[in-house]
C-alpha cells in the first residue's frame, strides 16, 4: 500500500520561499510510470492543483504559478518537493502531495497546513 | 488550458438519487475523474476514466459521460455521503479541478 507524507515548515513568512517534502513509502518512487503532484487548498475553498513531476523527471506546472515553483525529485531518498517562491498570504493554504496513474490522484498525502505570515 | 464547472451545490433527502454534473468549456474532452472530501480529510478518488469505480467504493456511486459533461450519481444517499465533490480532468500539459460541490443530505 502506497502511502505519502508531506513534511515542512508550517509557517513560513512573506516574499520568502515555501518549501516542502514528500515521503513516499510502499513503493519505489522511480517505478512505474506514475506522476507525482502537489495540490492546495485554502481553508473553505477548492482544490487547486500546483504541478507535477513525471518517474523520467519532466515537469508540468500550473500556468499561474509556473513562475514561481519548482517541483523535483530525489530517488534516493524516495521524496519528492516543492519550492515555491515569493510568497504572500495568499499562499496559506493545505497542501497535499499525491501520485496519478492515467490522470487519476489514487493516493493523496494527508495534507499539511502552511501559513504565510511575518 | 480549459476549465471545469460544477454547481456549488446540491441537496437531496436520504434515499433519493443526488446529480452533480461537471461541464468542461473545450474540446477535446478529457477523461474525467470524481473526488469525495469529508471536512478535514483528504479527498478519496470515487470514480475514474469517467465511469469506474475503484475497489472499496460503493456500488451507489457511479459516473456517465455525455459530450463534454460528465455527472457523478449517487443512488440511494446515505447521511455519511455529505461532503464535497470535485471532479478533475488531465492532459499532458498538467491537471484541472472544478471548483466543488457541496453535496448537502437534508
Known amino acids: 500500500q502506497v502511502q505519502l507524507q508531506e513534511s515542512g515548515p508550517g509557517l513560513v513568512k512573506p516574499s520568502q520561499t515555501l518549501s516542502l517534502t514528500c515521503t513516499v513509502s510502499g513503493g519505489s518512487i522511480s517505478s512505474g510510470s506514475y506522476y507525482w503532484s502537489w495540490i492546495r487548498q485554502p481553508a473553505g475553498k477548492g482544490l487547486e492543483w500546483i504541478g507535477r513531476?513525471?518517474?523520467?523527471?519532466?515537469?508540468n506546472y500550473n500556468p499561474s504559478l509556473k513562475s514561481r515553483v519548482t517541483i523535483s525529485v530525489d530517488t534516493s531518498k524516495n521524496q519528492f518537493s516543492l519550492k515555491l517562491s515569493s510568497v504572500t498570504a495568499a499562499d496559506t493554504a493545505v497542501y497535499y502531495c499525491a501520485r496519478s496513474t492515467v490522470g487519476a490522484l489514487d493516493y493523496w498525502g494527508q495534507g499539511t497546513l502552511v501559513t504565510v505570515s511575518s | 488550458s480549459y476549465e471545469l464547472t460544477q454547481p456549488p451545490s446540491v441537496s437531496v433527502s436520504p434515499g433519493q438519487t443526488a446529480r452533480i454534473t461537471c461541464s468542461a468549456d473545450?474540446?477535446?474532452?478529457?477523461?474525467a475523474y470524481w473526488y469525495q472530501q469529508k471536512p478535514g480529510q483528504a479527498p478519496v478518488l470515487v470514480i475514474y476514466k469517467d465511469s469506474e469505480r475503484p475497489s472499496g467504493i460503493p456500488e451507489r456511486f457511479s459516473g456517465s459521460s455525455s459530450g463534454t459533461t460528465v455527472t457523478l450519481t449517487i443512488s440511494g444517499v446515505q447521511a455519511e455521503d455529505e461532503a464535497d465533490y470535485y471532479c478533475q480532468s488531465a492532459d499532458s500539459s498538467g491537471t484541472v479541478f472544478g471548483g466543488g460541490t457541496k453535496l448537502t443530505v437534508l
Open positions: 473545450a474540446l477535446p474532452k478529457q477523461y
Open positions: 513531476i513525471y518517474t523520467s523527471g519532466s515537469t
